[in-house]
């Protein structure tokens, strides 16, 4: 079975520091992966999309890589600010599964002022 | 519309009730996927459609579910007979292309239904 893994479920830290999410998955036959951020009550905001050929994606504080050979995806966000607290979701398109994303559990982030 | 749209935002019902979501995705995106969200869960697939035609519904937890997207735009996903389990937000996402590399999926606020 195809799956996504992220840890750890929850991260607080202070604000200004530099982190890591991670996300794992178990076939490395993928398309692309995708970082969305989910405020509470809200729906998912799209933050990158890493297509397979690619290794690193960047938009402002956020930088994601993909290690696709040995299932892994970082999520790097450079000092950190109370408003970037959210759970960060993970997921990834793989082949054979027709188009379809599928997620991990997510990481809720809290940064503390 | 700018971004993908779901009603209603809210649902109360009563077990036994039918009730029905609507999403009505980016204008001219080709893909359009519901998902379970459980609290503190990451979202479930459910069901994908490209422009009219239902290609996945692998995902559906049981035949009380039921989506369609008649003329390949707006889609309503329904479920008949709700029961406490069914109490979840539901997603709806829509994406540009169509075929097993999607890119960039959009989702909308969700639908949070409560059965009581």
């Known amino acids: 079975k195809q799956e996504v893994t992220q840890i750890p479920a929850a991260l607080s830290v202070p604000e200004g520091e530099n982190l890591v999410l991670n996300c794992s998955f178990t076939?490395?036959?993928?398309?692309?992966l995708q970082w969305f951020r989910q405020d509470p009550g809200k729906g998912l905001t799209s933050l990158l999309l890493?297509?397979?050929?690619?290794r690193e994606q960047t938009s402002g504080r956020l930088n994601a890589s993909l290690d696709k050979s040995s299932g892994r995806s970082t999520l790097y966000i450079a000092a950190s600010q109370p408003g970037d607290s959210a759970t960060y979701l993970c997921?990834?398109?793989?082949?054979?599964?027709?188009?379809?994303?599928?997620f991990g559990q997510g990481t809720e982030l809290s940064v503390k002022p | 519309g700018a971004g993908v749209s779901q009603s209603p935002r809210y649902k109360v019902a009563k077990r036994g009730q039918d009730v029905a979501l609507r999403c009505d995705p980016i204008?001219?995106?080709?893909?359009l996927f519901w998902y379970q969200q459980a609290l503190g869960q990451g979202p479930e697939f459910l069901t994908y459609f490209q422009n009219e035609a239902q290609l996945d519904k692998s995902g559906l937890p049981s035949d009380r579910f039921f989506a369609e997207r008649p003329e390949g735009s707006v889609s309503t996903l329904k479920i008949q007979r709700t029961q406490q389990e069914d109490s979840a937000v539901y997603l709806c996402?829509?994406?540009?292309?169509?075929?097993?590399?999607?890119?960039?999926?959009?989702f909308g606020e969700g639908s949070r239904l409560t059965v009581l």
């Open positions: 997921a990834v398109r793989f082949y054979n599964q027709g188009g379809k994303l599928i």
């Open positions: 996402a829509s994406s540009l292309v169509g075929g097993p590399n999607t890119g960039e999926l959009f």
């Open positions: 204008s001219g995106h080709v893909s």
């Open positions: 890493i297509q397979s050929s690619q």
């Open positions: 076939d490395s036959a993928i398309y692309n």
